[in-house]
């Protein structure tokens, strides 16, 4: 059950070994195929989201694989390194391409690679907006944004274009762009902004609450309608305004979790150490 609450994979010590595998189902739940994957060496197992595209699902095991997500068939895989973070999808002009945690941009087509010179966070992901690639806690100690290429036909480099030192620690959490604002978290509850265009400091935040609590921040921010989100592993939820204030507008406590949430309409899906938590507005 540890494995299932914190959304890491099984380690089979007797052999020094890991797998993970991933299956394709209908909407009736009957399974058309499953794939089997053999993972690097990971302390905590197998935390990264595998994403879909029209012709492939990606894969990040160490490896970052393209799979025909109708037959299961492993298309092209490329070598990497293992991160707990997640690929992330955007366009290089008309080509799909795929951002992976060891710091490659490849075609999700055929796994060509665009570039491979972009950062390798270990436990987060980054956000990409105009072909610009930002990062949080880069060696738990920096934030950074990166331009991509712009023609996907031969390799080439991404073009650090800003890096701002961070207090030292785990950013587990996966950062927010909005209305040219980046927002971080740090693991014990600390939450800043830095402007996109400059890298800038713009803001500092530590909620008490969060922080006497000893609560401990995992799961990645979240934008939904006018409020940013902050999740501790210990149940507390934070509203906080988006903007250069980063006010406390309200909070929750519900169970412990550690999983990310999922917004739908009014309401927000949560996966606790025991339970999917449902909160909205009362009927």
């Known amino acids: 059950m540890q494995c299932l609450r914190r959304q890491s994979g099984t380690k089979y010590s007797s052999l020094l070994l890991q797998i993970c595998w991933f299956s394709g189902h209908d909407f009736e739940g009957r399974r058309l195929w499953v794939v089997v994957l053999k993972m690097g060496d990971s302390e905590w197992g197998h935390t990264s989201t595998p994403v879909l595209t029209k012709r492939r699902l990606i894969v990040c095991h160490g490896n970052t694989s393209g799979i025909d997500p109708d037959t299961g068939e492993t298309v092209w895989s490329r070598d990497g390194t293992v991160r707990y973070g997640s690929p992330v999808l955007t366009d290089v002009g008309d080509t799909r391409?795929?951002?992976?945690?060891?710091?490659?941009c490849l075609r999700t087509a055929d796994g060509g690679v665009v570039c491979d010179n972009l950062p390798t966070p270990e436990f987060n992901s980054p956000?990409?907006?105009r072909g610009i690639v930002y990062y949080i806690g880069l060696d738990d100690t920096v934030a950074a944004a990166y331009g991509l290429p712009r023609q996907t036909f031969s390799p080439t480099k991404a073009l650090k274009i800003w890096e701002t030192p961070l207090r030292e620690g785990h950013y587990y959490a996966s950062p927010v762009?909005?209305?040219g604002r980046l927002f971080g978290l740090r693991q014990s509850g600390r939450l800043f902004a830095i402007d996109a265009k400059s890298g800038e400091k713009i803001k500092v935040s530590m909620f008490d609450d969060m922080h006497k609590s000893h609560g401990?921040?995992?799961a990645s921010l979240a934008l939904a309608g006018n409020h940013l989100y902050l999740f501790s592993d210990?149940?507390?939820v934070l509203a906080v305004r988006p903007d250069k204030t980063l006010a406390l507008v309200k909070q929750l406590n519900i169970s412990k979790m550690r999983g990310n949430p999922l917004f739908k309409g009014n309401r927000v899906y949560l996966r606790s150490m025991t339970h999917l938590v449902c909160v909205g507005p009362k009927r």
Do not use: D, E, F, M
């Open 216 to 218: 401990q921040c995992y």
């Open 127 to 129: 956000v990409i907006h």
């Open 177 to 179: 762009l909005y209305k």
């Open 97 to 104: 391409v795929v951002i992976t945690p060891s710091g490659q």
């Open 234 to 236: 210990n149940g507390t």
